[in-house]
């Protein structure tokens, strides 16, 4: 069976344990999987990683060189496709030239690993890399989409040509996979396949909630970031406890306005209302989350986020934005409730009506954990992965 090098910028990473999920899942249905990264992780693995940048930029050119010494002709090929496939101007041109030198030291790596096949998470300067090591091997290359933010520049101007270059493309939401459709010829759609992240509903065992506690505890997660709409949720938050509702939240992430957000809190008087615990590992984000009420993402772009899987999965009622792929997860009403994104009014009412009737707790959160178990489950969202590693469509 051919050998399949995974690749991610970084690997393995806080905000990417459905990656680990993936590999562990496929390598159980007989897969070798070699996973690869393009940083070195300040993560902890449970296997070594290579990474492309590990020993230093020099050993990187050491690396390239000789690929480039043992393949002449393919690695020349590799660099005018280097050199079409990059961001405009003078500094796109230079960036260029970081990833022809990364995807030859990257090809030499694959080449020693006997990798037959090149999977990339993220269409960003990592699956770059990727494109033009495979183009250079002459190996299979294949991609995953995750999020809107991958239609950004300046990941978004290149995406076309990754499409266009890739195996197969695997979407992890219809809201991705149409995304690709937007930007790509007709005949390049039937190689877009949706396959779902998926989460170990065996590790997320959470009884339902009681509703019995005074007070109600709020937990949201992600990175702290303009993207995630986190000053709205204090805004919502904080009109909600104007109006004397017992509340109290709990905000788990790390990122670049976490000063800013602290401000939006002090300002709102939340300051005694309000935990800010940064990123933390799996198993306690997990355990934060296992121990709220509700679950809320303000978000103002998203994928399909696994977070939102794994607090529905833990029986949480959720509240979160109807944007993007989300409500392929989450269905108004019945295993969740959706707010219209940007309105932080309706987040509030949507918050309101779960802290007053918590009657809506056990059987919102009872089917929430059903409709992960249908689709969202590892072992089953791996599944049209696994056939299209398989079949002769991922030659």
Partial sequence: MTRIAYLASEYPAASHTFIRREIAALRKRGFTILPFSVRPSSVSA?????????????????????????????????????????????????????HFVEALALAAMLRRAKAGRLHSHFANSGATVGMLAAHCLRIPWSLTLHGISETDPPAGSLMPDKLARADFVACASWFMRAQAMRVTPVEFWPKFR??????????????????????????????????????????????????????????????????????????????NRVRMLGMLPESETLAEISAADIFVLPSLMEGLP???????????????????????????????????????SHLADRMRLLMEDRSLWGPMSARARERVEQEFDIEVAVEPLAELFASGEAR
């Fill in 194 to 271: 949706i396959v779902r992240c998926g989460v170990e509903l065996a590790e997320m065992q959470c009884p339902p909630p009681s509703g019995e506690k005074e007070g109600v505890h709020i937990v949201t997660v992600g990175r702290l970031s303009a993207e995630k709409g986190y000053p709205g949720l204090i805004e919502a938050f904080a009109r909600l406890v104007a109006e004397g509702i017992d509340a109290r939240l709990t905000i788990i992430g790390h990122g670049p306005l976490r000063d800013d957000i602290e401000r939006h809190l002090s300002e709102h008087g939340l300051a």
């Fill in 46 to 98: 449970e296997e070594e990683v290579p990474a492309i940048l590990g020993r230093g930029m020099l050993s990187c050119i050491v690396g390239a060189a000789v690929m480039f010494a043992s393949s002449p002709r393919r690695s020349f090929l590799t660099w005018l496709v280097a050199l079409r496939h990059r961001a405009p101007g003078l500094r796109g041109l230079l960036w260029g030239q970081f």
């Fill in 306 to 344: 696994v977070v939102l899987m794994e607090a529905m999965a833990l029986r949480k009622p959720v509240v979160a934005a109807w944007v993007a792929g989300i409500p392929e997860l989450v269905a108004e009403g019945e295993t969740g409730l959706l707010f219209r994104p940007g309105d932080w």
